[in-house]
């Protein structure tokens, strides 16, 4: 599977982006669907995550009630919106396709990983 993450940019503090990652090479209805980001010499955070009929999501408190993460499987796609976005929320943030049903927020339980999309927040 490649993943193929795009989207991010430069937007002031209280706007939004969405961000968006495309699956090729197999159907990303078999996987779990994770998104992360990671700063310079951090650990890579997960920000949300979506089984794979998309019935199930689940956020972190750090960013639940403003971002919101779907999927189309019939695109094979999914989405990261994220509102009232903060200073804090910049960061390089990466797709990730998990396999099996259990959605987990570990990024060594995901095996694919899209290239990362920068997304800068300004005060």
């Known amino acids: 599977v490649q993943l193929q993450a795009s989207g991010g940019g430069l937007v002031q503090a209280g706007g939004s982006l969405r961000l968006s990652c495309a699956a090729s090479g197999r159907t990303t209805s078999s996987y779990a669907m994770g998104w992360f980001r990671q700063a310079p010499g951090k650990e890579r955070e997960f920000v949300a995550g979506i089984t794979r009929s998309g019935g199930t999501t689940y956020y972190p408190d750090s960013v639940k009630g403003r971002f919101t993460i779907s999927r189309d499987n019939a695109k094979n796609t999914v989405y990261l919106q994220m509102n009232s976005l903060k200073p804090e929320d910049t960061d390089v943030y990466y797709c990730?396709?998990?396999?099996?049903?259990?959605?987990?927020?570990?990024?060594?339980?995901?095996?694919?990983w899209g290239q990362g999309t920068q997304v800068t927040v300004s005060s």
């Open positions: 990730a396709a998990k396999p099996g049903a259990i959605l987990t927020t570990t990024p060594e339980s995901y095996v694919y």
